[in-house]
């Protein structure tokens, strides 16, 4: 499986500039002190929204009901041995962000 791992800065609201699947997107990630958890959304390199408020729990599929052609070929995910994704697991490796490419090509 190649995953690609993405750093979520440790700040409470935050823009990250990735490329996936050769197209660049930006992340933006989110702490909501309230609801105390994580979401984030992902856009265009000009900040026009694609999908946003994505909640953030480890070992499931964070993109499984989002398809669409500006939508990258791929699933978002957050590793680690943890129930729930506290504000500074990102920063102290409990948690990791990450994006899987689907597979393509032939057998």
């Known amino acids: ?13 935050s823009f990250s500039r990735v490329v996936l699947d050769g197209k660049p997107y930006l992340l933006r990630f989110t702490w909501n002190e309230t609801a105390n958890r994580w979401s984030f959304g992902l856009y265009t390199v000009h900040k026009e929204p694609i999908a946003v408020g994505l909640r953030i729990v480890p070992r499931f599929p964070l993109n499984i009901q989002i398809a669409g052609d ?11 041995d943890i129930a729930s994704v506290g504000r ?3 920063k102290t490796g409990m948690a990791v962000f990450s994006y899987v490419p689907f597979l393509t090509g032939g057998v």
């Open 1 to 13: 499986m190649k995953k690609l791992d993405i750093t979520v800065p440790d700040m409470n609201d």
């Open 70 to 80: 500006a939508f990258p070929r791929g699933m978002f995910g957050v590793y680690g």
């Open 88 to 90: 500074d697991d990102f």
